[in-house]
């Protein structure tokens, strides 16, 4: 696998790494309070007008505390509160953006400044990217997912009524600083979501971080801090690695990230958006993947188990919901890795080494009838 394999370990309350893309390069920062560190955050931020962009649940437990630094570091801060929820990634909650930005007099020079979760990053970095036609953003995740998955990449976008993140721009940040001191108000549920995109980079590229995730996981899930903070920096090593050499998924290695996905996806949407979070989604989906992976020939029976036990070890769900096998085919058929209207589904030929590839359907029907609940 093309996926450069060699951790860095710094020391556990600060780390940095970079997302190397040319001219386009920024740094990930991740370690705990970095909201209130004043330096980091001067040097970090460039920009002298600060607009912050945040929602309703996120403000009053961190929009003081970020503002306050800026203002220390020197900085011009206004800020935006927004309702919360996945319904608010939308062309109104964009439209409020902009409006902000016009009654507030932005400029070129204005720097914006997503607060929040993936729905926050994935608005205020398309708002961004098309405010005068772009404006500089920094990000500053405050979930798990958004820490080692959303924040990181350069998507940006929008939900249409008729399908999720149709609308967007591959735009990328300026920096990402991920506190993980803001993890501890995180609910379980959504952690545990999280957890899945970090086992998916284990799975796919690096079988040592998998590894290290089976003996870790009971430290992950009481949010230790050292433990989450490696955690965190090795998913955005592996995903900044991968983005780095296919940033708009144009030669296919970046569709690996999708592992989990495609079964992923056809529950989210068959079940009806927000019954089950993307990351339980993903999570069963790997389940499925896996066991797909193993009836293929390349994935063996160990590892397949080692994927299903870590997963729900997590507490993240093992088994599909039954949605009925042409439900199921038509929901993975609209996704958008499709070409020709071929299913291509992300396997495992081992655990840490993945690949796109079509399927026999009989196969397909197997894995979907023995991992489906009844
Ligand atoms: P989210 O942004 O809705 O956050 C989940 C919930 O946690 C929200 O209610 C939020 O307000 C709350 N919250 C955020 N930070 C908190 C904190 N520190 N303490 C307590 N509560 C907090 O959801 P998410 O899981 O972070 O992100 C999901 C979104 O990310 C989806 O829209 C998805 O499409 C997108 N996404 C984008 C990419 C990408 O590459 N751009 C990748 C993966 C997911
Ligand atoms: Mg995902």
């Given amino acids: 696998n093309q996926v450069k394999k060699d951790i860095v370990i710094m020391k556990p309350s600060h780390s ?15 370690g705990t309070d970095l909201l209130r560190d004043v330096r980091l955050l001067a040097r970090t931020i460039r920009g002298q007008r600060i607009v912050i962009i945040t929602n309703t649940v996120v403000a009053p437990l961190y929009l003081d505390r970020l503002t306050h630094s800026l203002k220390e570091a020197g900085k011009d801060v206004s800020s935006l509160i927004l309702p919360d929820g996945e319904k608010e990634k939308n062309w109104e909650s964009l439209m409020k953006i902009f409006d ?10 204005t720097t914006l400044v997503a607060l929040g979760g993936g729905v926050i990053g994935d608005l205020t970095g398309y708002a961004a990217a098309s405010f005068m036609r772009g404006v500089s953003f920094v990000q500053v995740p405050t979930t798990l997912l958004a820490e080692v998955d959303s924040s990181v ?22 920096a990402v600083i991920a506190d993980t001191t803001t993890l501890n108000t995180l609910h379980d549920r959504e952690l545990v979501a999280g957890l899945a995109e970090v086992i998916k980079y284990g799975a796919i590229v690096d079988a040592a971080f998998f590894q290290w995730l089976e003996k870790n996981m009971e430290k992950l899930l009481a949010r230790d801090s050292e433990a989450l903070a490696y955690a965190i920096r090795r998913s ?3 995903k900044a690695d991968i983005v780095r050499q296919d940033e708009r998924e144009s030669t296919g290695l970046r569709a690996i990230l999708n592992f989990g996905h495609t079964f992923g996806h056809a529950i989210e949407a068959g079940l009806g958006y927000g019954e089950w979070l993307h990351g339980e989604a993903v999570g069963c989906g790997m389940v499925v993947a896996a066991d ?7 994935l063996d029976e160990e590892s397949g188990k080692r994927i ?21 085919i038509e929901l993975m058929q609209v996704d958008k890795k499709n070409v020709g209207g ?3 589904f992300v396997l495992l030929k081992a655990l840490g080494d993945a690949v796109v590839t ?5 196969l397909l029907h197997a894995t979907l009838t023995d991992n489906t609940a009844p």
């Fill in 358 to 362: 079509k399927v026999p359907a009989e």
């Fill in 292 to 298: 797909l992976s193993c009836r293929m020939g390349w």
């Fill in 100 to 109: 902000f930005l016009m009654e507030n007099k932005s400029d070129r020079k």
């Fill in 308 to 328: 299903r036990g870590l997963v729900e070890r997590a507490g993240l769900p093992i088994v599909a919901p039954a949605l009925g096998m042409d439900r199921w």
């Fill in 153 to 174: 990449g350069g998507k940006t976008g929008i939900n249409h009524p008729l399908g999720k993140n149709m609308i967007g721009a591959f735009y990328q940040p300026e």
């Fill in 236 to 238: 955005c090593e592996i």
């Fill in 342 to 344: 071929e299913i291509q």
């Fill in 16 to 30: 940095h790494l970079k997302v190397d893309l040319g001219e386009r390069s920024y740094p990930i920062e991740i």
